[in-house]
């Protein structure tokens, strides 16, 4: 009897235990709360920790989906973006000269500090100057006694031609006294040129500089001979402003020259010396007349100021010529980021919803790049927090990257409509 009682009541528990089991797990499938369900139940301690884990295994991911990750966003402005041309060039002297001596002589002086910068008309080297200043008072006497004989002659002529009217005096006398006073008026004539050359050469015994420039070496030293039009004697550099040669291509010298018609101005140009970081801005100032056949380039030149002449003749630069503005669409560069080796966006939709958008970029300005793609003026792309964002999950508009005053506090943005 005992045995009969015992197996009917191990027949009933596992009856409960089964009917428990299927009610759980019925709830578990509905996706309804099992962990408070069960708490009632008569479970082993083992089940009820076993779908109260399920359970919040399975709520995590719902809760993700609806959280939302604060961001900072920046909208896609159209701006008018400058469109330049980019060239290799050499920076030219303005003028270079070699300073030669322009009468012989001997060095008596150098004057200046090889190297500085000289002002036109500063004198850079003195030759022995006695030997001209002796040579142009002999010409100043002889010049003198010159004019006196002139004006003997000219008495003399005067008074034989009063005697020859009154027959006292003879013609041929006359004469010969005329022919005397012309050559005399020649002689000082010549002379009086001779006396403008010696005046010349003691001028020219201080050499001066021709123009304001930056001297070079002295090829002479105090004591040298030098021989007029042939001793060079140091070389001479302006380059303020100083010129930079660049060859376009012949569509190139066409975009050039349409867009110089268009603006009605010379053409701007920036200038970036190899191996730094600064930049000079000046214009385009002449174009070549033909495209050479070998090469299909034509010779630019442009020019900009170096007042402090730390552009150097000789040096290598990038150059960019400026040919006017167009409309672009642009993004802030911190917007940017990578997906497979690609640029994109995560652009927020009407639902503040993320998407990525693949896009090509383009020339940077200040702290903005072009982009194309699927963009419109006007979305909404994250600027802040990028790498909490996921595509497809929301977000919440916390700040605006503001272009120029900084971040504005939001409470909330218009989306992208797809």
Partial sequence: MTHFFGRA?????????????????????????LFGMLAGTGLPDQVRQLFRSKESANQQPAQAERQAVPVRIAHIRRE????????SGRLLARRE????????????????????IVEKGEVLYRIDPRTFEARLKELQGALQGAKANLAFLQRETERI????????????????LRSQRDQAAARIEELQGRLRQAQLDLEFASVEAPFAGKIGFSDVDEGDLVVQGQTTLTTLVDFHPIEIEFRPNADQLARMKDARARLGHPLRLTVSPDGRDTTVSGEVTALGPAVQNATNTVRVRGEVPNPDQTLVPGQFARVRVQLGTQPSLMAPT???????????????????????????????????????????????????????????????????????NGDRRRGGAKGRMN
């Fill in 9 to 33: 009541l191990a027949g009933l528990v596992a009856i409960v235990i089964l009917a428990g089991g299927i009610l759980a797990l019925s709830l578990y499938l509905s996706g309804q709360p």
């Fill in 80 to 87: 008018a973006v400058p469109v330049a041309l980019s060239f």
């Fill in 97 to 116: 000269v070699e300073v030669r001596a322009r009468v012989t002589g001997y060095v008596s002086e150098v004057t200046f500090k090889e190297g500085e």
């Fill in 161 to 176: 031609a009063n005697l020859e009217e009154k027959e006292y005096a003879e013609t041929s006398r006359l004469d010969e």
């Fill in 334 to 404: 911190a917007a940017l980021i990578t997906q497979q080796n690609k640029r994109a966006l995560y652009v927020i939709s009407a639902d503040n919803t993320v998407e990525i958008v693949p896009v090509e970029i383009g020339q940077t300005v200040g702290k903005r790049v072009v982009v194309q793609g699927d963009l419109a003026e006007g979305d909404r792309v994250v600027a802040g927090n990028l790498q909490s964002v996921r595509s497809g999950r929301p977000v919440r508009v916390i700040a605006e990257q503001g272009e120029e």
